[in-house]
Every structure is written in C-alpha cells, then in structure tokens.
C-alpha cells in the first residue's frame, strides 16, 4: 500500500512538470512571434494563415480607408466664403450700388491663364483700374476661389449644392458647362434681388477704357452682342451675355425669373440661347426695356470694329479652347500696349489688331 502511495505521487508530479514546461514553452513561442510581427523592422507582409498577421492587415486596411476617406474629404471641402451681403455692400462703395462681376473654375483663375490676363487689361487700359475696387470674383471651386484670394480682394465662392465639379476646362455645350452657365444666371438674380445693379463680365474679355458712358440710365437691361445690326433696340441683334449690364428693379428680377423658366422650353441649349429665343417675350411680360451694344466699342472674335481709339473691350467669342482664346487675346494685348506706345510717340496713324489669328480674323 505504501508501494502505491509512492507511486500516485511520482506520477501527480511528473505530469504537473510536464505541464508546467509546456506551458512555458507555448507562452515563450507565442511571445517570439507576436515580437516579431508587431516589429517596425519587419517586412510588412501579411500572412494567409496567422491570425496575428490578419489583424494588422485588417488595422492597416482600416487606416488605409480613413486616409482615402479624409483625402477625398479634403478634395471635396467648401470654403468659408464672406456673406454675399456684406460683399456686395463693399464691392459697390461709392459706386451708385453697382458692382462689376466676373465669375472663374480652376482652369480659367489659373496662374497666365484668362484671370492674369483679364486684370492686367484694366490696368493697362485708360484709366479703369480704379474699377477693380468694385469688381467681385465669383470662384466656381475651391482651388478657383484659393487663387482668386491670393491677387484680389473681393472674391466669392458659388457653392454647388450637388457637387457638380466646374474646376477642369468646360468644353462648350457639354453638360457641365450648361450647368455652370445656368446657375451664374441664377447667381446674377440672386444679386438684383438683394437690391445692387451689376455689370457682369466673362474673363475672356480684355477690358481698355469705361463702359459706363454707353449704358442709359433708362434701360433695364443691356447686353453685349456677337453680331450687331445697327440699331441697339432690334431684337435681331444676337446676343451674348458675356457682357451684361443689369439694373436691380421689380422689372428685372420678373425678367429673370421668366428667363429661367424659359430654360424648360430649351432643355439642351445654355443661357444665351435661350435668352435670343425669347428676348421679345421681355417686353410683354416684364415691360422691360433692352438694348444690345455695338460692336464698334464692344468687340469680339465674332465682330469688333477697328478703331482703337474707340475700342472699350474685346471679348474671345466665338472661340473654342482655352489655349485658342489664350493666344488670341494675348496678342490682343500686345496689340493695345503697342497702341498705347504709339500715342505716347505722337505716332498713331493708322493702327488696327493683328488679324488672322486662331479665332479672330
């Protein structure tokens, strides 16, 4: 009986030993491979069969996500623009509450392309860049309104409420560039109703002397021209919005409103067009009194008079491509500062633009 009492207790504690090493032998490798897998040093590979692996690649894919996520966050962000209220009240300062306005993507406000060019012609031309004080910058996107800040005071960012993206160059006629015409149509609404006139221009138009002698006080509306006929109350003028005088009154914002429901009737065309379709319903509907400028002061790629002397702005219609545009107005340009050099040499004569170019001729 002793005999086994002995042996229950040799074998009791052999097996706690061997146990006890087993255990420790488990825990030392366990401890070596979670060493070796949570190590900076080590390659950063994921395993097919380790469970210690598939939970750093799962974090890792994680923390891939989160960066994707907040990348695409910060591509999509919206800046904090100034209250257009405040802006339109310090952009019309000692000007009869009229503003100017122009309106940019990323492509058109990039650095020497059609922004650069648009504000050095007001500073080039005859005492007009004094107007740049009242001029307001309408950016179509983020990185617009970012170089808009960085060279202009007074810039205003047009939220797209359905994250339409204006930033690339907007082939003519596509749907975005549709969209973006028709919500700067609605933008200009926005601004008769809070009680301001403007003067809108695109920023494909060159701008060398005041406009403001040629638009009557007794219009409600004034528009720019591709071809002009003669006489600026025909309605066979066809017009171009790109250069817009606008008075804030009861009369324009119904003229407005009827425009932008005309845009049902017209579903594929853009806000110019439409415009030419129905500018004789304005009278009857609106009683509003229109005018288009003559192209002998007010030219473009389409018409434009030859007389620099005369010449109030120049405007890259009729023109597709921004690089076309670019070249064009860029001798254009050149054009007027040799003009302007001749003057100065009391050497005038007769002087005109380079013609052909790309678009102008």
């Not at 989160?66 to 623009?81: F, G, I, L, N, V």
């Not at 009242?134 to 007074?154: E, F, N, T």
């Not at 389409?302 to 670019?326: F, P, V, W, Y």
């Not at 254009?332 to 380079?354: H, P, Q, T």
Request: charged content about 20%.
């Amino acid at each position: 009986m002793k005999d086994l009492h002995q042996y229950l207790v040799s074998f009791l504690v052999g097996v706690v030993t061997t146990t006890a090493c087993l255990l420790l032998f488990l825990s030392a490798d366990l401890g070596r491979r979670s060493s070796t897998t949570l190590s900076p040093s080590a390659p950063k590979i994921a395993s097919s069969v380790d469970p210690l692996n598939r939970t750093v690649f799962a974090f890792a894919s994680k923390e891939a996500n989160t960066t994707r996520k907040a990348h695409h966050t910060q591509k999509r962000r919206t800046p904090e623009s100034e209250d257009l209220p405040k802006l339109l009240k310090r952009a019309a300062a000692g000007n009869n509450k009229t503003v100017l306005m122009t309106a940019v993507n990323e492509a058109w406000a990039a650095p020497n392309s059609l922004l650069d060019l648009f504000l050095e012609s007001f500073r080039r031309g005859e005492n007009i860049e004094h107007l740049l004080n009242h001029l307001i910058i309408v950016a179509m996107d983020p990185k617009a309104y970012d170089r808009c800040r960085s060279i202009h005071p007074l810039c205003y960012y047009l939220i797209s409420a359905d994250a339409t993206d204006f930033a690339s160059e907007q082939n003519y006629m596509k749907k975005n560039y549709l969209e973006m015409m028709w919500r700067r149509n609605k933008f200009q609404q926005s601004v008769l109703e809070l009680g301001y006139n403007f003067l809108f221009t695109d920023v494909d138009i060159l701008w060398f002397r005041s406009p403001f002698q040629h638009l009557s006080p007794s219009v409600d509306l004034t528009m720019g021209a591709d071809f002009f006929v003669g006489d600026p109350s025909s309605l066979g003028n066809y017009p171009n919005g790109g250069l817009l005088y606008v008075k804030s009154s009861r009369t324009t914002i119904a003229l407005y409103e009827h425009w932008q429901q005309a845009r049902e009737r017209f579903p594929n065309a853009h806000e110019q067009y439409t415009f030419n379709k129905v500018k004789g319903e304005f009278a009857a509907c609106c009683n509003a009194k229109i005018r288009f400028l003559d192209t002998a002061y007010f030219g473009g790629f389409c018409q434009h008079g030859k007389d620099l002397s005369r010449i109030c702005t120049m405007h890259a219609n009729c023109c597709e491509g921004l690089e076309n545009k670019l070249y064009d107005l860029r001798h254009v340009l050149e054009d007027w500062k040799a003009y302007k050099a001749r003057i100065l040499e009391a050497k005038i004569g007769e002087f005109s633009w380079r013609v052909p170019g790309r678009c102008i001729h």
